[in-house]
């Protein structure tokens, strides 16, 4: 066998699982021990896992658990399998951790549609201002991105993006440089943290006045709003997002088997 296809070590996988919490879901524990190797360093980009059999011989769990863990991290973008070679972890330029539980379909062609979003500023906030929607985060204050999303053909709407402080540290100071930004993206890339399930509530109510006034709408205006709370693989909060659709907008789906608990 070549050097660059010699297997990894099971000892960080075995005192990660030992680490993580047993929440009574083998295959999410497993899958969360695997995840903490990759985010300390024990497991780097295009390293070579070890077998399904081997993994099992390890740890106290059966062969299924082993393959629908793997099959989370291949799903999630994290491992990639090469045909009679196994399993490795992925590049992360290849590695994809957008959560895609929020999306536009067109009503006519029942088609996906890509939004676009265009940043109006980004600053600190007093976390307790904004009561249950950021009580999770633990923290006095947190970032706000205001911005405005919409789809080809349609009015916006306007989100609020919320993060921790920490997090905002390295964002650019120019609110033009974010518009389009994935901010899942920034989350992996410079802090090795991943989504991994959502929190959702939607309801009728009134728009914020600085939703109504980005949206050139005359306030009190009801329309839909809806919060997304965004979690890691610790069940710690890390993003929270609120949407605020005027009447009229199109409907925001959510992708339920994406953002199961």
């Not at 740890?59 to 863990?69: D, E, F, I």
């Not at 291949?74 to 590049?91: P, Q, T």
């Not at 991994?196 to 980005?214: F, G, K, P, T």
Request: glycine letters at 6%.
């Amino acid at each position: 066998m070549s050097a660059h296809l010699k297997k990894l070590s099971l000892e960080p996988l075995i005192r990660r699982w030992e680490s993580c919490p047993d929440d009574g879901s083998k295959y999410q524990r497993l899958a969360g021990a695997f995840s903490a190797c990759m985010r300390s360093g024990d497991y780097a980009p295009g390293d070579h896992l070890p077998s399904e059999t081997e993994i099992c011989a390890a740890l106290p769990v059966g062969l299924s658990t082993v393959q629908k863990a793997l099959a989370e991290l291949v799903g999630e973008g994290m491992v990639v399998r090469r045909r009679k070679l196994g399993s490795f972890i992925a590049d992360r330029s290849h590695q994809v951790p957008e959560v895609h539980v929020y999306r536009f379909r067109d009503p006519a062609s029942d088609e996906l549609l890509m939004p676009f979003t265009r940043v109006l500023g980004v600053r600190r906030v007093r976390a307790a201002e904004y009561g249950p929607l950021l009580t999770e985060f633990s923290a006095g204050l947190a970032t706000r991105i205001d911005r405005l999303v919409w789809v080809t053909g349609s009015q916006p709407a306007y989100s609020s993006f919320f993060v921790r402080c920490e997090h905002a540290v390295d964002l650019p100071e120019s609110p033009e440089v974010l518009h389009g930004a994935s901010y899942h993206r920034i989350l992996w890339e410079n802090f090795g943290i991943r989504i991994a399930r959502v929190r959702h509530d939607a309801r009728a109510n009134l728009l914020s006045r600085r939703a109504c006034s980005r949206l050139d709408l005359a306030a009190p205006h009801v329309g839909m709003i809806w919060n997304a709370f965004e979690y890691d693989r610790d069940n710690t909060l890390q993003i929270v997002q609120r949407f605020e659709l005027p009447q009229g907008h199109p409907p925001m789906e959510l992708d339920e088997e994406k953002s199961r608990a």
